[in-house]
């Protein structure tokens, strides 16, 4: 088989992205009949079809992931030939993106990125806050160098770098009469108040899920969402409680407007902070460095000195 034409993989992987033709073409601002026209070039080259037409758009065969995986492995390695270019005349050029969880950006910044930007002026920083699954798909697809989850599902092409159990608790507002039990709670006290949660796709969910089957209960929460501001909000209204990791509780918890319960169960203590990175991905000079930075500097997984 001769050469792949590398624009062509680029046509397929936005085919497959977008999952229509037509979606990519919009994106790339092309004639559809030309991407047409490319992806059947692409499948003469290989011999082989490389899509199927179903009710929910194309949908790549068997052939087209394994182009696909080779496109993703070809601009990993074209990536790290051009940051080892660059390390020659010193880290004047490059990027980073990083996927994590909300709970993460404010130590992260503090800690590791707000001094590696000043360090590194010209190396761009991408930062996407995303839920658990996400963050592992894109760390896996090589849409994040770095990801960052609160208690993310294992995954073969991932590769954990630093770990770290954050227990999980109850927020409340300091006056509330939950704040005064030191000792921690129950799992079933839970079901006396008004609850609060994060969204299904988030790493807190799969602990609640996990808590219910175990204690053979129910938690039915007066209020869902995405973001952890919003929870904090509710938490300081006295409308409810939160249930929350021991991270995301933000200036409100430092400064004792809100109190962080321990809950009495072995499972609330069990849920992890990873710092990941995809199996096998050679990492640009920029990336690597920022990695070790986390590792070494963030106060979750650096050392006691």
Known sequence: MQELNQARLRYMHEVIVCGSVRGA???????????SRQIQLLEQEVGLPLFERRARGLVPT??????EEFLRGYRAQHEHLQDRLQALRGMRRGHVDISLSEGMIEPLMTHVLGPYCLEFPNIRIGINTASVDEVVEMVRTDRAHIGLAFNPPSH???????RRHI????LVRAGHPLARRRKGIAPAELLRYPLALMTAPYGLRRIVDMLEFSEKIHLSPALTTNSLGVLRQYALSGAGVVLMANLGGGPEL????????????????????????????????????????????????????
């Open 156 to 162: 073969p092409d991932v590769r954990i770098r630093a």
């Open 254 to 305: 430092a400064n004792g407007d809100l109190v962080l319960v321990p809950i009495d169960h072995p499972l609330m203590r069990q849920a992890e902070m990873q710092l990941m990175v995809r199996l096998g991905r050679p990492l640009s000079t920029a990336a690597a460095e920022l990695l070790l930075r986390i590792e070494s500097r963030l106060p979750l997984f650096a050392k006691p000195q």
């Open 25 to 35: 073409a919009e994106k790339l601002d092309m004639s559809a009949s030309v991407i």
């Open 62 to 67: 068997e052939a087209a992931e394994m182009l």
């Open 167 to 170: 227990p999980v608790g109850v």
